[in-house]
């Protein structure tokens, strides 16, 4: 069973190039970041730092854990691409839309949810709550997937 299944982006939104996403950032475009983007970009899924690195070594450009991690950690503070905690390791996604996600507490899938329907919801979390969504804007919606329940 596909763990992580592809991401299912509106075919209005289309993913950005990596190349334009890093220099738009004011970041240097090194083949590390480039190839860690591309990837992220084609596979259309949220992935895991081993996940990133096995499948970089499969394309002949793989790259130590500790660099994919450092890179990753980078992009993620500068918002070139999002972090989402697990359950399991922390997976990495990317996209030029803000969005929130669903994340299965059982197998770790991480899904994007698009923002625009959630206004509603979002304001009616505030008003109760007092909590806001943080810088990103994003938030994390837990829960059990089809496939774990």
């Known amino acids: ?3 992580n299944p592809r991401v ?3 075919d209005a939104t289309e993913l950005p190039n990596p190349r334009a996403l890093l220099r738009r950032h004011g970041l240097r475009c090194t083949a590390g970041r480039l190839h860690i983007l591309t990837l992220l970009r084609d596979s259309g899924q949220h992935l895991t730092v081993t996940e990133i690195r096995t499948r970089l070594e499969r394309t ?4 130590h854990s500790s660099t994919v991690y450092r890179s990753l950690e980078a992009l993620a503070a500068l918002d070139v691409v999002h972090a989402v905690p697990g359950p399991g390791p922390t997976r990495y996604g990317i996209t030029d839309e ?3 996600h669903t994340v299965c507490q059982q197998c770790g899938r991480v899904a994007d949810l698009a923002g625009a329907p ?3 919801a979002v304001s009616r ?3 109760l709550t007092g909590l806001r969504p ?3 804007g994003s938030l994390l919606v837990y829960g059990l997937c089809a496939d774990c329940v």
Do not use: Q, T, Y
């Open 60 to 63: 002949g450009e793989g790259r």
């Open 134 to 136: 943080g810088p990103s």
């Open 8 to 10: 299912a982006h509106d």
């Open 1 to 3: 069973m596909d763990r």
């Open 125 to 127: 979390i505030e008003e």
């Open 98 to 100: 803000p969005h929130h």
């Open 118 to 120: 959630l206004v509603d």
